[in-house]
């Protein structure tokens, strides 16, 4: 009877030494896998959040690039603006130095005559256009009234200046230094007056005749603008002009 009890206490005793080593071993297999998982799932999020660092960075350059393309579209849409009113610019320029040589062309022909003679002077220049006139073919001496043969050499060229509708007009008036004498002194006791006077006589003719008079202007010169010297006849002849100038609106 003990030797049963005895047999079946060391079974028993078996049994729970061996039941404790599969407990045992099954734990540290368990805690081996789970370890494993863990450095899986760390792993993971450190490529995860390497991923979201190299996202980051692409997303930003992207969004920088974006920015940038958007300023260069900006760029392009203002410098094309501005290239088409260099053209639009240009074309006007290009029409208006038609125009200009145009009613260069129309003057030099209607007034070559007096051109031929000396009398009438034109040119072109920077938008331009100058005609000088010599005095004594528009007034009699020491007199600012324009003559009845002056009033037919402004007509001809009124006809011209009646089609110029983009340009002011000038006139301007223009005397040798030789000084005022004898009884004219009293109505231009200098040669500012007579210039003035007759400048004005010549742009309210312009005006009488169709001119549009917000384009006219008139102004005198007396003797400090001249074209040639003072000491011959010939040079004081050309100094005393009217200046008849063609130039842009202001």
Not at 19 to 27: D, I, S
Not at 143 to 160: F, M, P, S, W, Y
Not at 225 to 239: I, M
């Given at each position: 009877m003990h030797k049963k009890a005895l047999s079946f206490i060391i079974v028993l005793i078996f049994s729970f030494s061996i039941?404790?080593?599969?407990?045992?071993?099954?734990?540290e297999k368990k805690?081996?896998?789970?370890?494993?998982?863990?450095?899986?799932?760390?792993?993971v999020k450190a490529d995860r959040d390497d991923l979201d660092k190299v996202l980051k960075a692409k997303t930003d350059d992207l969004s920088k690039s974006i920015a940038d393309l958007r300023q260069k579209t900006a760029d392009l849409?203002?410098?094309n603006t501005r290239l088409k009113e260099n053209v639009a610019e240009l074309k006007k320029k290009e029409a208006e130095v038609q125009s200009e040589s145009n009613t260069y062309k129309q003057l030099t022909q209607e007034m070559k005559g007096e051109i031929a003679k000396g009398q009438i002077t034109i040119s072109e220049l920077k938008g331009k256009l100058t005609l000088d006139v010599v005095d004594k073919i528009l007034f009699a001496s020491g007199?600012?009234?324009?003559?009845?043969?002056?009033?037919?050499?402004?007509?001809?060229?009124?006809?011209?200046l009646k089609n110029?509708?983009?340009?002011?007009i000038r006139t301007e008036g223009h005397t040798d230094n030789v000084k005022i004498k004898g009884a004219l002194v009293k109505q231009y006791p200098t040669n500012w007056e007579l210039s003035a006077a007759r400048a004005i006589?010549?742009?309210?003719?312009?005006?009488?005749?169709g001119i549009d008079p917000t384009l006219l202007s008139a102004t005198g010169f007396g003797e400090y603008?001249?074209?040639?010297?003072?000491?011959?006849?010939?040079?004081?002849?050309?100094?005393r002009r009217i200046a008849i100038i063609l130039l842009p609106k202001e």
């Open positions: 039941g404790g080593c599969v407990t045992t071993a099954t734990y805690s081996a896998e789970a370890d494993s998982q863990a450095k899986e799932l760390a792993a849409e203002a410098e007199h600012a009234e324009v003559t009845k043969e002056g009033l037919a050499v402004l007509q001809r060229v009124i006809d011209i110029v509708k983009d340009k002011a006589n010549v742009a309210k003719y312009l005006q009488q005749q603008k001249p074209v040639a010297g003072n000491d011959t006849s010939e040079g004081r002849a050309k100094n």
